[in-house]
Every structure is written in C-alpha cells, then in structure tokens.
Nanobody, 126 residues
Framework: QVQLVESGGGLVQPGGSLRLSCAAS????????MGWFRQIPGKEREFVAAISWYGSSTLYADSVKGRFTISRDNAETTVYLQINSLKPEDTAVYYC???????????????????WGKGILVTVSS
C-alpha cells in the first residue's frame, strides 16, 4: 500500500519558519516527481512546489518563491518543504503529492497526481 505521511506542521508566528516532511512508502521513489500543494481556508487547493526525480530541478508558485524550499532524500524516500518568512496568508493544510514519471511542468498544473498525503495544518498567527 502506498502511503505519503506529512509531519512538522503546527502554529508559527508571522515571520517564523517550519520544515515539513513527507515520508513516502513507495517503490522506485526516484521515478516520481514529488510536490507540495496547499488548501487555504475557503479556497481551492493550489500548487506550492515540485522537485524532479533526483532533485536537480525545482518549480515554485509565485506566491512562495524566495521563501519556500523543496528538497528530497531518495535514500530515505522523503521530501521536505522548508518554509521561511511565513505570512498569515500561508495558513493552510499542506499536502504532499507524488506523480509517476512526471515533469515539473505537469505537476505545476495541479492535476493528474497519482498519490496524495492526508495533509497537515500550518497556522501562521500572532
């Protein structure tokens, strides 16, 4: 059974930082483009960041460029999202996603994901 399990969320003050982790129980992990999406309360789920099979390329939504960093450790089958300079509007449920033999551009469209995590809440508030 394929599982994506997010961890590392919680309550953070504006300007603070968190690192989210996504532990993947999945065969041939390096053949999956991995990414993060989020759903802000009252809004549709949106693309945040994606990383290529071996971590050589990344793609970010304009809203998080310069503040968020995606990375992966294929030996540990884990993908990370470092989130810095957090704003109240970053408050959302963050989801890890996997897309088999995909591309960054395809994942950036936000459709056709093969697997999703259950999501983890990040709350940015004073």
């Amino acid at each position: 059974q394929v599982q994506l399990v997010e961890s590392g969320g919680g309550l953070v003050q504006p300007g603070g930082s968190l690192r989210l982790s996504c532990a993947a129980s999945i065969r041939a992990f390096s053949t999956y483009t991995m990414g993060w999406f989020r759903q802000i309360p009252g809004k549709e789920r949106e693309f945040v960041a994606a990383i290529s099979w071996y971590g050589s390329s990344t793609l970010y939504a304009d809203s998080v460029k310069g503040r968020f960093t995606i990375s992966r450790d294929n030996a540990e089958t884990t993908v990370y999202l470092q989130i810095n300079s957090l704003k109240p509007e970053d408050t959302a449920v963050y989801y890890c996603a996997a897309d088999y033999r995909s591309t960054l551009a395809t994942m950036g469209q936000g459709i056709g994901m093969d697997y999703w995590g259950k999501g983890i809440l990040v709350t940015v508030s004073s």
